[in-house]
Structures are given as structure tokens and as C-alpha cells.
């Protein structure tokens, strides 16, 4: 049973930044795709970024939703049992849960849609104030 567990959440101001981490337990075959999510009060859960895990550990591929590309990054250890979300530049409109999800194939990486991730964490709050 593949598990997953965000850290790193919390309070900062507007232009402020942070780092999010997901822990991966549990075993992977093959090419998986790990993604960043979020979900503000009242809104639908919404894909922030993405990277496929290549399981002959070659080059990883990213994928970012278009209002967090050139201020969000993702990235993973080389172990693959952590991913990041680093976040720059935040905005109040960036406060929400953010949910740390896997998928077990690297063909859903591109589209961020919830329905494609089978596995979820818990999520970590962020909040932005102005």
C-alpha cells in the first residue's frame, strides 16, 4: 500500500516563500507519476505541478499548470521517496490545502486531474497573508 505524507505547510506573507515535502512509502512498479494538488474553501481540487518517475531512473519530466509555472517548482530525491514543491513569490490567492498524490503511471503526469491519482495524503495548509 503506497502511503504518502506532506509536510512543510504554514503561515507567510504576501512575496514569501516555502518548501512542501511528500515521504513515499510502499512499493512502485514501474513509471509513476507524483503530483502537487490543491484545494481552496469552495473551490475544486486543482493540479499544481507534476513529475514523472521514470523506472530505469532516467531524466524526470515535469509538468506545471499554467498560473504556477515560473513561480513553482517540483522536484524529487534521488532515492524517489520524496517529492518537493518549492514556492515563490506567494500570492494570498495561494492559500489553500496543498495534497501530495501518486499515480501509477507516468502517462497522467501531463493532464493534473485528480481522478487519474489513486493515492493521496492528507494535505498541508498553506496560508498567505497580505
Known amino acids: 500500500q503506497v502511503q504518502l505524507l506532506e509536510s512543510g505547510g504554514g503561515s507567510v506573507q504576501t512575496g514569501g516563500s516555502l518548501s512542501l515535502s511528500c515521504t513515499l512509502s510502499g512499493p512502485t512498479y514501474g513509471d509513476t507519476c507524483m503530483a502537487w494538488f490543491r484545494q481552496a474553501p469552495g473551490k475544486e481540487r486543482e493540479g499544481v505541478a507534476s513529475?514523472?518517475?521514470?523506472?530505469?531512473?532516467?531524466?524526470?519530466?515535469?509538468y506545471y499548470a499554467d498560473a504556477y509555472t515560473g513561480r513553482f517548482t517540483i522536484s524529487r530525491d534521488n532515492a524517489e521517496t520524496a517529492m518537493y514543491l518549492r514556492m515563490n513569490n506567494l500570492k494570498p490567492e495561494d492559500t489553500a490545502m496543498y495534497y501530495c498524490a501518486a499515480a501509477v503511471s507516468s502517462l497522467y503526469c501531463p493532464y493534473l486531474r485528480p481522478l487519474d491519482f489513486g493515492y493521496w495524503g492528507q494535505g498541508t495548509q498553506v496560508t498567505v497573508s497580505s
Open positions: 513529475i514523472a518517475l521514470a523506472a530505469d531512473r532516467s531524466d524526470d519530466r515535469t
